[in-house]
């Protein structure tokens, strides 16, 4: 998960590329185990990003 967080926050990667990245095939389980361990979805990391 933290090299997905990682890929996000660097721009190397949009949200369903990094959670293929990681072994996730559902963007949805994903999104669910992304918040459940950092408390924010994951297309929040991409706008904190760009902000």
Known sequence: MQCATALMQV???N???SA???GYN???AFG???KAEYGVSPHQV???RIE
């Open 20 to 22: 293929a990245m990681v």
């Open 11 to 13: 721009g190397e990667c």
């Open 32 to 34: 669910t185990a992304f």
């Open 46 to 48: 991409l706008v904190n």
């Open 26 to 28: 559902s963007l949805s």
């Open 15 to 17: 949200v369903s590329e």
